[in-house]
Structure formats: structure tokens, C-alpha cells
């Protein structure tokens, strides 16, 4: 098996409290500098930027997973994605449908631009995209297996948004591919704290917001190939493909 590091929680301007400089291109670029084969663009309910980070990384030899940070109804994170241009679409479209609008307040908040690849805006989304959507987590979780992608509550083991705070306990039958823990978290204190598994998956990431942090954190994916296929083995364990911590 090969060595693959990746950071699968990075935001781009896209997401509001994202720094303006997290374009697709200097995401690549500092991606590369810092030594990752694999990235993961999760801006807060939206994929609206991934698929250009995709294009960009493709001609640079950076794999990119597209998806979003999703905040539940009970303001729960979790990290999805897709490995069809297809699926990342009717996912898009499934929150925009549930999802509370409350207008974006570009004061209080920060900006929301969609951008091309000359780095032109072609859209600011009006509502505020962390906002959290009218679906639980459990409902959430099986439109994405329906899509076939990667379901990943993010940093479980935060006092907000992870879901041991907000809900305190694994809900039954949620079907995940692994749980990410922030960027300080100890793999062994969180395994005994929240009572899990050892054959849980966890993974580390950066949640970069500024360049400067793509690949400050990263997990290393032990595979034979980067794809997604390869990845989802290695986040379940399977056919001897695995992850470990940094």
C-alpha cells in the first residue's frame, strides 16, 4: 500500500468566515506546498466553488474531493462528498431546498462570492450559508448515501457544532464513513471520552480558513491509488486500506 496525505476540511472565500485569499487556485498552490495529495473542499452548505478547486487540482496533480460542511438541524457539522459532477448537483439542490435562509449580512458575517477561474465573481449568494437546514442528521445522512457519497461528522469532539455536544450521543442506525476530530484532538482521549470502537475511523484536518493552514493537519491515507473508491475503503477499513492520524 501507498502513502497519501490528505486534508479533507478546507474552505474556500466561498464560505463567509473563510479568508478572501482562499481562491480554488492559491488553494491548489499551497496544497501543493505543503505536501498533500489529496484535498477536501467543504465551504459551509454550499459546493458551488468545489468543482473548479477539482478542475484547478486535476492540471496540478492535487485530488480533490467535492462536497460541503453541512450544518444539520440541530446544528450539527458534517462533512460530504461526491464523486460525480451528477451527484454534487442534486445534493446542492437538496439544500438549497431545505435550507433557513436568513439574508447575509456581509458586515456582520463576511462575503459569499462564487467565482470563475480568471477569479471574477459571478455570484454573491444573498442568504447566510452556515445557517442551519430543516433536516436532522439522520435524514441528511441518507440523502447522501442515496447519492453514494461520504457521510463524516466533523470534529466530534468540539464544544459546538460536533455532534457529542449538540446531541450527545451517536443517534442509532447513523451510517457514517468515519468522524473527524479538530485539530488538537487526542485520537486515544476521544475514543475513551465518547465510548467508541477502536475500529472507528477517525480523521484529523486543517478546517483551514486561511492559507496558511492547508495542510498545518492531515491524515494519511494508506491505499493503493488515489481515487474515490480507494478513499471510501480506506475511511471503512476495507481490503487492508486504512487511515492513521499525523
Known sequence: MKEFRADLHI????????????????????????GLDIIGITDHNSTRNALLVKKI????????????EVTTREEVHCLVFFEFPEQLQKFQEYIDENIIRI????????????IDEDENIVEMVPWYLPAALKMGITAVQQRVTELNGLFIPAHVDRPANGIFSQLGFIPPGLKYDALGISRHGSQKHVVEQY???YKTT??????????KQIGEIYTVFRMS????????RALNQQDKRYCDLS
Open 225 to 232: 491509488k488515489i481515487s474515490f473508491s480507494e478513499i471510501k
Open 103 to 114: 439574508p447575509n449580512s456581509e458586515t456582520d458575517f463576511g462575503y459569499q462570492p462564487v
Open 195 to 197: 465510548v467508541l470502537q
Open 202 to 211: 477517525l480523521i484529523r484536518n486543517s478546517d483551514a480558513h486561511f492559507l
Open 57 to 68: 487540482g486535476e492540471s496540478q496533480g492535487i485530488f480533490t474531493l467535492t462536497g460541503a
Open 11 to 34: 474552505h474556500t472565500l466561498l464560505s463567509p468566515c473563510a479568508d478572501l485569499e482562499m481562491t480554488p487556485r492559491n488553494i491548489i498552490i499551497k496544497a501543493r506546498e505543503s
